[in-house]
């Protein structure tokens, strides 16, 4: 049996285990001798003591025919290379889906990468919750950006984590684990190569793996054409092919040259990208009031208190709806230029105007099952989310019409903006309803050649997926 098919099913064979995953290098190749480890994601309902010892002992005793080496258990987090005679490391990584989305939200990088991994047993791991494409903000803010990665280099270690049990409760600690001869030119051959890859990743949307003579060409296109580092980089491949167990320091400046390098050509790109903020206007009394405010009411705002706060916010355009909540907002941001919008008013209620939500349940019950069972009927008298969808694309058509590096802001409404917010980020929006928009907070989306991409703290992602399947 294959080794593959062989872990997969052992450890999906668990009660408490929903979905057991091989990921990274062996996913590409069948060949033991040309991969550092096996890597295996495992996640179970709970994370408890006993059921992580029984996971591991269930991996140690894994057989293959054919196969004479010893499995030795890597349990940790992290980059982190076991190297010993005779064996197969297997980095075993068990979550629950508690911590399985918080390793999403911290670690996009990788766990966008395990996406990729047709060898599954039970839930795939996009299903428990989907990374949605890697942002912009991603490799300045996250896990495993280069920004750390130089940070472990210069105090010559690797972070790791672990699972611990005190009492009762798991906790994931972080961990630094000295650099040794082997993992020196692994962690810097590791560093390069998914840099790259994750790069590539985001300018392209695409959840590919680039290799040989394109990765090559990326990398002089990074470097600004550095033959020389990249031949550097070529050698530590071909040695890391070779399976060297011990490595020069001076092996960690080809990964310091590198990053910096890199680090210039993310805040390029960063300065090639238009921010469009969006937000929804300042509070008003009837937001209180728990009816439907929409294009057919036009109260004002009642708080200018945070004006200061928020003056910090520059823009060169600010967009508004023509409703007077949504002009007023204005005030607490600066703009060279204020344009009202007919396209960013509120959703037309219709005859549910200023009306109370549990009176619209009974005097329209018809709709509400409708919207029920998945159809998007508009409000009696009124539009629908297809309405407003309309109006979002001809503004994002809009949009495209402003060139140069222009910082926009957009003040408009909850349902406008769940709509926006959905297209943008690929929501079902027959649950778009659901979403919860605070008052004046921002969301940047970026512009480039004409598409629009989320750039969304991944905290505020997380939320807004919960709330679409609560």
Known sequence: MDIRKKILNNLINNQEVISVNIVGSFTETNNLDTIGDIDVVVICKKLTRKIVKKIISKTRKIK??????????????????????????????????????????????????????????????????PVKGLQLRDFFSVRRSSNEYMNDLQKNRISIRKIIFRKRKVQVKKKYIKIDPRNRGEFVYHIIKFLLINLNKFITGKNIIIKGKILENFFLKITNNDKKLLTQFKILKKNKKNKILIYDTKIVNLAKKFINKYNLYINRLKNNYQ???????????????NIFIGSGSDPDIIHKKNKRKLKQNKFDFIFTSQ????????????GKKIISNSLLNEINYGKAEGMKFNLFRKKFSKIIRSWKKGKDKKFPGGESTYDVMKRVNKFL??????KGKKKILVISHSFF?????????????KKIYKLKLEHLKLFEILKSNNSFLPNFERREIYKFYRQLND
């Not at 490391?89 to 508690?98: A, Q, R, V, W």
């Open 64 to 129: 293959v025919n054919g196969i004479n080496k010893e499995f030795i258990i890597n349990p940790s987090f992290g980059p982190l290379k076991l190297t010993k005679p005779n064996s197969i490391p297997i980095h075993l990584m068990i979550y629950d889906i508690k911590s399985h989305i918080e390793h999403v939200i911290a670690s996009p990088f990788t766990c966008y990468d395990w996406e990729r991994s047709k060898h599954y047993k039970g839930i795939p791991l996009k299903k428990l919750y």
């Open 275 to 289: 921010s469009i903020c969006v937000t929804r206007h300042s509070i008003t009394r009837e937001n209180h009031q």
């Open 323 to 334: 409703l007077k909540r949504s002009k007023s907002s204005a005030v607490f941001f600066s």
């Open 397 to 402: 058509l809009l949009l495209k019409k402003i």
């Open 417 to 429: 903006l769940r709509v926006l917010i959905g297209v943008i980020l690929k929501f079902d929006l």
